[in-house]
């Protein structure tokens, strides 16, 4: 009551006093989330790469609305993941790959950085070919030469770490935006049923049995063990000096950001889903390459459909190739302590895919190659971050709740599962 008669002896409205406070205590709060904004943005490009173009697209083409939850279901799981990555990083002050050479034997380590070091060329040679597959369909220059564009592009990104990470945040941050507006466009002229949307999104459903196929590859491919390595890696520049209660506010910031950046990829992802069915299904075309996709696209929307399409994969790529090779040079460093120049590091990461390219090797063939070396190499990553913080010797006041490990383990059982599924498949002659 004294601060109203006061603030009225000023000529000061209290209830406009109020909103003022209120609003200057949010920007305030802006201000001081945005400065952990960043690690989880880098991050999502893995879960919209152009590996998500062709299982989505293809999902929506041949099922149209129907597998809408698979991707809904990803991203909560991916989500989990990326979570007790960042908690990792944080809570020890050390990314993934270093924290397993502290944990595991030294054989054991030279195993882990075999199959993670193949995971992020693996990784990277399947966003070069989006990159390559971009600048093809946008300006018709052969694969080859696009790949070396793309490996030339991916390398300016990654060398921008020199001038700070917050640098490669803001572009890999602007090719999400490019890629986001390129599919609002898409839903935009494709003019989908929502209703049915909202209905799949929220119900399961498996049509048929070539569903389940396909929702197996949506779902079990969806989770890249490169980025669980690196988003440990990427926490750790916003992670310096910090006392215990420091880090708890830290975690706190970064879990909005995984919020906030993971359901930017969800929507990209359901757009590809929705868009494909919206304009492939019901046109009773069936969709099995990016190629075909941006080839049936612009009859059936115009050319504004098919350059938008086209952009999308390009800033997919480019971001996507980027990430990889940060990778690369995460677990480079980690699991052995191996001392290589930064600019060998990307080298070494990016050279396989630019030699695959440059031979003409049939880029779904690549792709499914690639798909093989990441099933292999998910439980060398999803393993031992459950096990390092479940214990608390290392984690401290971060060590995860009896709850988190039952929900970790059983997200880690169903990914693991889906991939040796996807693995059996592919061998098998089934995909």
């Not at 099922?63 to 960042?86: G, H, P, R």
């Not at 995971?119 to 093809?136: D, P, Q, R, V």
């Not at 990829?265 to 359901?270: E, R």
């Not at 990553?381 to 490990?405: C, D, E, H, Q, Y």
Request: with cysteine; glycine share 8%.
């Amino acid at each position: 009551m004294n601060n109203e008669t006061e603030l009225k002896e000023l000529n000061i409205d209290p209830k406009e006093y109020t909103i003022h406070v209120v609003n200057n205590s949010m920007l305030n709060r802006a201000k001081q989330l945005s400065k952990y904004l960043g690690p989880a943005f880098i991050v999502s490009v893995a879960y919209i790469d152009p590996g998500n173009f062709a299982t989505n697209i293809s999902g929506g083409s041949v099922f149209n609305y129907n597998l809408l939850w698979v991707i809904l279901w990803s991203n909560l799981m991916a989500i989990f993941l990326q979570t007790t990555s960042a908690k990792l990083g944080i809570a020890t002050g050390a990314n993934l790959s270093q924290m397993c050479s502290k944990v595991f034997s030294r054989k054991t380590n030279w195993f882990f950085w075999f199959v993670a070091e193949l995971s992020a060329i693996a990784t990277t040679m399947a966003e070069f070919l989006g990159g390559a597959l971009g600048i093809y369909l946008l300006f018709g220059i052969p694969l080859p030469i696009a790949g070396l564009i793309t490996g030339l592009v991916t390398f300016f990104i990654t060398y921008m770490q020199k001038y700070g990470q917050r640098i490669v945040e803001i572009i890999i941050t602007i090719l999400v935006a490019v890629i986001c507006v390129a599919y609002g466009v898409e839903v935009f002229l494709a003019k989908p049923d929502w209703v049915a949307i909202g209905i799949h999104t929220l119900v399961p459903s498996l049509p048929n049995g070539q569903a389940v196929l396909i929702a197996v590859g949506m779902l079990g491919a969806t989770v890249m063990p490169h980025v669980i390595y690196l988003h440990s890696q990427l926490v750790q520049c916003r992670n310096i000096d910090m006392s215990v209660k420091e880090k708890e506010r830290h975690f706190r910031m970064e879990k909005i950001d995984i919020v906030i950046a993971m359901n930017i990829a969800f929507i990209v992802n359901a757009a590809m889903v929705i868009v494909s069915a919206a304009v492939f299904f019901n046109q009773g075309i069936s969709v099995d390459s990016i190629e075909q996709a941006h080839k049936s696209l612009s009859p059936l929307l115009g050319a504004m459909s098919s350059g938008a399409f086209a952009i999308a994969l390009l800033a997919s790529g480019f971001s996507s190739s980027a990430v990889g090779t940060m990778a690369g040079e995460t677990v480079l460093d980690g699991f052995v302590d191996l001392k290589i120049p930064s600019n060998i590091k990307k080298l070494i990461t990016m050279l396989p895919a630019m030699i695959i390219i440059g031979i003409g090797v049939n880029p779904m063939k690549a792709l499914i190659i690639s798909q093989v070396c990441l099933s292999f190499a998910l439980p060398v990553a999803i393993i031992p971050m459950m096990i390092i913080t479940s214990r608390k010797n290392l984690m401290g006041a971060f060590v995860n709740k009896p709850i988190t490990k039952i929900i970790g383990w059983i997200i880690t059982t169903v990914i693991i599962g889906l991939n040796t599924i996807l693995l059996y498949l592919t061998f098998s002659g089934g995909i």
